[in-house]
């Protein structure tokens, strides 16, 4: 039994690290990660570019790591800034010489920060998912069919909704009755990603 369960273990393994990863190799994770960076990056360094233009080199990095720090924290809510203050108190404190028991409760309170910041993204992430099912309502599964012409689309969101938008069909003649139906064809692509692009797209 020891033996099998030795053996058994390097598949376990394996099955964890398959679950964790969704199947990912490391360049994809790798990849996935500096997106994720670069876009997190972004959305928290637009008001700094403009107060540290000036600032010294040697003082650069300080006051970047200072404001990013800041801008991350201003990013929750005035609950979770507590929570998140209390946590890095209690993790300090246990570093100058506090008691011992206070490093594992500092990791309690992020990691139920954590759980919350989690559940809001789970809730969101279902939201855009609905977006997306109703964004697909919005452009056509199957083209017209056109005798003597083949007509494909297809479209892949950058994100989980975007703004692109296309479509084909027939219109009626206007050269009068009975002259031939003419093909038109729509393609449309909103500037920008995500949620606002997706809601202009929809009202368009």
Avoid: H
């Amino acid at each position: 039994m020891r033996s099998g369960g030795v053996m058994g273990l390097p598949g376990r393994i394996a099955r964890f690290w398959c679950r964790l990863t969704e199947g990912l190799t490391l360049q994809e994770l790798w990849f996935q990660f500096r997106k994720e960076t670069g876009t997190s990056y972004q959305l928290y360094s637009r008001e700094l570019e403009t107060k540290l233009e000036n600032q010294p080199p040697g003082r650069r990095f300080l006051r970047i790591v200072t404001a990013l720090f800041w801008a991350m924290v201003l990013k929750l809510s005035p609950t979770r800034r507590l929570f998140l203050l209390a946590a890095l108190v209690l993790l300090l404190v246990r570093q100058v010489g506090g008691a011992a028991w206070l490093t594992p409760l500092g990791a309690l309170v992020l990691l139920a920060l954590l759980a919350l910041e989690l559940a809001d993204r789970v809730a969101l992430k279902r939201d855009l998912e609905i977006a997306r099912e109703i964004q697909k309502w919005l452009v056509p599964q199957s083209p017209p069919a056109v005798p003597g012409v083949d007509i494909a689309f297809s479209t892949r969101p950058a994100n989980t909704v975007a703004g692109d938008f296309y479509d084909a069909f027939l219109c009626p003649g206007s050269l009068g009755e009975g002259s031939p139906a003419r093909l038109l064809l729509v393609v449309a692509d909103v500037a920008g990603k995500g949620m606002p692009a997706a809601l202009i797209m929809a009202t368009f």
